[in-house]
Antibody
Framework: QVQLVQSETEMKKPGASVKVSCKAS????????ISWMRQAPGQGLEWMGW????????VSAEKLQGRITMTTDSSTGTAYMELRSLRSDDTAVYYC???????????????WGQGTLVTVSS | IQLTQSPSFLSASVGDRVTITCRAS??????LAWYQQKPGKAPELLIY???TLQSGVPSRFSGSGSGTEFTLTISSLQPEDFATYFC?????????FGQGTKLEIK
């Protein structure tokens, strides 16, 4: 069955970087894109960006451009999201999710990781 | 594209029929999905392409709409349906979400 397993909780200081991993299994990794979302405590969902596991093409939210890097490693079936220059308002649960449709970014997310809590505090 | 859900909070009883609305700031055809999220859990896909039920989702859930106005309807609330619901547009990036509708037990 399809599974996305994310890395563990992180605590970071302001200005630091965090890299969250998302290990996929149960499907052909390169056929589906991976989206990244986050959810601040008690808040709604924010779309952060998308990466193609097939081509490596990424698209990120304008507000995060310059701070976010999304990559995929087809040899291990793992997607990564790195966020730099962390601020306190980056404190959130970060989710990876698989596209429902192969080889397009214009698709909803049908399988989600369990979430990774990233806390940014001095 | 901004998505506005209404209401933000909804109190209802088991067996009730409830409807949640999602309005887009510009036309998005049927590029809309609905998710359910329970506390401490990742969201789960309920409906995609505005009205298509995701595999495994009970038939009491239904979606409709196109353009700028969309609805999610639960025909007869069950205890496990009390959760927060989000819409998401997939017409153009950033693929924004609505602010959420928290469905609580009356």
């Amino acid at each position: 069955q399809v599974q996305l397993v994310q890395s563990e909780t992180e605590m970071k200081k302001p200005g630091a970087s965090v890299k969250v991993s998302c290990k996929a299994s149960g499907y052909i990794f390169i056929n589906y894109g991976i989206s990244w979302m986050r959810q601040a405590p008690g808040q709604g969902l924010e779309w952060m960006g998308w990466s193609s596991a097939y081509s490596g093409i990424t698209v990120s939210a304008e507000k995060l451009q310059g701070r976010i890097t999304m990559t995929t490693d087809s040899s291990t079936g793992t997607a990564y999201m790195e966020l730099r220059s962390l601020r306190s308002d980056d404190t959130a649960v970060y989710y990876c999710a698989r596209d429902r449709i192969a080889l397009t970014m214009f698709a909803s997310s049908d399988y989600w990781g369990q979430g990774t809590l990233v806390t940014v505090s001095s | 594209i901004q998505l506005t859900q209404s209401p933000s909070f909804l109190s209802a009883s088991v067996g009730d029929r409830v409807t949640i609305t999602c309005r887009a700031s510009q036309g998005i055809s049927t590029y809309l999905a609905w998710y359910q999220q329970k506390p401490g859990k990742a969201p789960e896909l309920l409906i995609y392409a505005a009205s298509t039920l995701q595999s495994g989702v009970p038939s009491r859930f239904s979606g409709s709409g196109s353009g700028t106005e969309f609805t999610l309807t639960i025909s007869s609330l069950q205890p496990e349906d009390f959760a927060t619901y989000f819409c998401q547009q997939l017409n153009s990036h950033p693929f924004s979400f609505g602010q959420g509708t928290k469905l609580e037990i009356k």
